[in-house]
């Protein structure tokens, strides 16, 4: 049974550095062809992809917030972490990890999710 | 960018009626098209890949179609449970540049 959870703080001032924790079961980063994402979501607008990372430790990153994101993943705790600098009030919206098989690009299964408000 | 249009934005349907939903996609995407279910304070579920293969424990009430810019999500008779936004994605590059459509919700008439 694959699940995913994510956490991390739920308020976030202007300028800060968000870190989010993705930890996931019923499948492993270190077998061959697996990969995890991150995708967010504004209150009430539509999902944006983020970032992904895969078995052979590449990442990918949206190419309009490439510079502010970073994708990383502790293989050995079945996690992966999203850091985001200078955040604005803007990123206010729920952040979602998912998993995706390599090369299919569609995402199988997903986190509840964990809405993180940036406000000072 | 690939630029994802879906239509309408909101869908009135009675329950049992068949509900259509489109997306648009701004440049060929091929067949690398999925379609998510999202209810409210919930993830998204995965309908849909491959434009019109279901994925797994999906009913056969929901079928998508279309290739290239073009494609269609179909209800065929809508249960309360259906009752959703519903977002398409394409998936046509890898490394991946992926976007989501703007989301249609479908609501009870």
């Known amino acids: 049974q694959v699940t995913l959870r994510e956490s991390g703080p739920a308020l976030v001032k202007p300028t800060q550095t968000l870190t989010l924790t993705c930890t996931f079961s019923?499948?492993?980063?270190?077998?061959?062809?697996?990969?995890v994402s991150w995708i967010r979501q504004p209150p009430g607008k539509a999902l944006e992809w983020l970032a992904l990372?895969?078995?052979?430790?590449?990442?990918y990153y949206s190419t309009s917030l490439k510079t502010r994101l970073t994708i990383s993943k502790d293989t050995s705790k079945n996690q992966v972490v999203l850091t985001m600098t200078n955040m604005d009030p803007v990123d206010t919206a729920t952040y979602y990890c998912?998993?995706?098989?390599w090369g299919s690009g569609w995402l199988d299964y997903w986190g509840q999710g964990t809405l993180v408000t940036v406000s000072s | 960018e690939i630029v994802m249009t879906q239509s309408p934005a909101t869908l009135s349907v009675s329950p049992g009626e068949r509900a259509t939903l489109s997306c648009r996609a701004s440049?060929?995407?091929?067949?690398?098209l999925a379609w998510y279910q999202q209810k409210p304070g919930q993830a998204p579920r995965l309908l849909i890949y491959?434009?019109?293969t279901r994925a797994t424990g999906i009913p056969a009430r929901f079928s998508g179609s279309g290739s290239g810019t073009e494609f269609t999500l179909t209800i065929s008779s809508l249960q309360s449970e259906d009752f959703a936004v519903y977002y398409c994605?394409?998936?046509?590059?890898?490394?991946?540049?992926?976007?989501f459509g703007q989301g249609t919700k479908v609501e009870i008439k």
């Open positions: 994605q394409q998936y046509n590059n890898w490394p991946p540049t992926w976007t």
């Open positions: 440049q060929s995407v091929s067949s690398n």
């Open positions: 491959g434009a019109s």
């Open positions: 019923g499948f492993s980063l270190s077998t061959s062809g697996m990969c």
């Open positions: 990372i895969d078995w052979d430790d590449d990442k």
């Open positions: 998912a998993r995706i098989q």
